[in-house]
C-alpha cells in the first residue's frame, strides 16, 4: 500500500514535471544542447584565438643594430615576423598593443661579440599578453641559435668539443601513463565539478516547485486534505527531484563525452612538439562509476533541497534560501579541482568535496578501492540523514502551514 | 454559516490537515490522532483555498486523488464518468486545469472531492465567484448527495441557498455558535421569515467591523 501511494504521487509529480517547461530546460536542454555549446564553442574560440596569433606576422621595430648588419639581416629572415621601421612612441605603441615587441640591440654589437665582451640584447615586451608573449618567443629563438652558432663557433677555434659546455643533459621523463597525467588530471577535477553542479541544478527547481510553488499555488492543502501519509507524500516527491538530479548529471557526462570526442576529431592535427597533448576522452567505465558515486549524492542534495525549499512561503523565498546553499556546495566541487588537494581520511568525510575528488581521480581511471567504500558508505548516511530530516519536516505543521 | 476569521481554523481541524486538539473526538468511527489518514479517506474537503495542480488536465486531476483515495482502476472509472456525466464536464476533461474558467476549476475540484464516494463532505463556499447556471449545477448535486445520505457541512453567505440546502443551521460569530436549529426552528424563535433577518438580528449585538479590530 504505502509503495503504491509512493508511486502514485511519483508518476503524478513526473506528469507535471515532464510539462513545466523550467524543468525541461534543466533537465534536458542545459546538459543536452547549452553545455556542449558553450565548452565546445570556448574551447574552439580558444583554440582559434591561439592559432590565429601563431598564424599572424607580428611586426617588430629594431632599436640600434645599424652597425651589426648580419644580426639586423638574419632578423629580416626570421620567418614570420616583419621588421618595420622605429618610430619615437615605440613604448606606447607596445603597452596600446599595436605592436608586439621591440628588439634593443646594443651599439657595437657585432664588434663587442667579436671582442667577446659581456653584453645584452633587450627585447620589450607585453607580459602576459598572447600576441607579444608569442613574438618574444620568435625572436628569442633567433638569438638563442644565433648564441649557440656563436659559442659553437669560438670552441671549434679552439679546438674545444661541444660537451665542454654541456657535458650532460638533464630531461624528465613522464613514465605516469599519458591518460592519468599532465592536463587529464585537470580534466577529471573539471568533470566532477560538472557532475556536482548539474546534479545540484538539476534538481533545484523540482524541489522548490514541488514544495514552495505549490504552497503559493494552494494546492498544498488540497493534497494535504488527501488521506495519502505525509511520509508517502515527501517520498514520492523526493523521488522526484532525485530524477530529476541524476538524469541532469547523466545526460551532461554523455554529452560531455560526446562533445569531447567531437572536439578530438575536429584538433588531430596541431599539436607540435614540445606541448603537451590533452587528450579529452571519458571512458564508459569511467562515467558509469562517476555515476555511480553520485548516486548517493543526488540522495542528499535531493534531500537537503526539499528540506530547505519545503520550510519557505513561497518559490522566491526558497530561492533565496538556495541561492546561498549553492555556493556551500560549489566551494568544495571547485577546491577539488586544484591541483595538490589530493584524498585523505579526513578529506574523505567531507560531503561534496570527497565525492569531487574521487570522481577525478575515477574519469582518469584511478581505483582507490578504500577510499571508494569510506566515501560511498560516508554519503550514504549523510545521505539517509538528510532524507530523514526532510520528512520529519514535512510532518510539522508549523512549517507546511507558514502563513 | 461562518464567518472566515475562525472559518479556516476550523476546517483544517475538522479535516485534519492540522493536527487537532485531543478533545476533537472521532469520525467515522476513526480517532482523528490516532488514524488521521482513515478520517480524511471518509472525509470529502473543499474550500476557496485548495486549489487545482495547474499542470494535469480535469481527468487527471480526479484520477489522481481517486488513487490516494485507494479506488481500483475499474470503480476509478466509473465514479470518474457518472461525475464528470453529472457535473457536465465532459468538454474539458481534458484540458490542464490552468486552462480552465472558474465554473469549470470549481466543478473539478467537486469531482476532485467527491470520487471516492466519502460519507462526509465539507463544502466551503463552493458557490463563490461562479455564474447562476454553475451555481445551480453545484447546489442541484450537494443537494443529491444530502438525499443519498451523506453528512454535508456547507458554508455560504448566500441566504438563498441555505434555505434550499440546509437541514440544520449553525450561525457562527468571532468564533461562537450564536445559534443553531432548523430553519423552522429558528423563523420561530426569532419570529422572522426571511433568513437574512434573522442573521442579522442575530449577528448584529456581537458584531464588530473588520476594522475594528
Redesign the interface.
Known sequence: ?SAR?IG??YK?EL??AL??RRTLIVMFIVPLVLFPLVSVGFGAAIAALIGKAREETPKVMVIGGQDSPSVLSGLNKVPKIQVVPLEANWKDQVVNKQIPVVVEIPEGFERSLAEQKEQTVLIHDYDGDLKSDTARGKIEKYFNDYRDSVVKDRLAARNLPVTVLKPFEVKPHNVAPPEKSGGALFFGGFIAYIVVFLCLNGGMHPAMDLTAGEKE???M??I??????RTHLVLGKFLLVLTTALTTAALSVVSMAISFSIVNALHTKPVQAGESDVTLHIGFGAALSVFIMALPLAVLFASVLLTISSFAKSYKEAQSYITPLLFIVILPAIAAMLPGVELNLKLALIPVLNVSLLCKELVIGTYHWNYIAIIFASTCVYAVAALFLAVKMFQR?SVL?RS | MIRSAVKFALWTTSVLLAYPARSMACSCGHDVIEQPEKVRANVGFLSTATALYPRLTAQELVEYFGRLNGLDEATLKKRIDDIFNRLDMNGFRDRRCDKLSTGMKQKTSIARTLVHDPPVMIFDEPTIGLDVMTARTITAFIRECRDRGKTVIFSTHVMSEVEKLCDTIGIIQSGKLLAEGTLAQLRQKYSENDLEEIFVKIVAPHYVPAEAH
Open positions: 500500500m501511494n502514485i504521487v503524478k506528469t507535471e510539462r513545466d499555488r494552494g494546492t492543502e488540497t494535504l486534505s488527501s488521506p495519502i501519509s505543521e502551514f
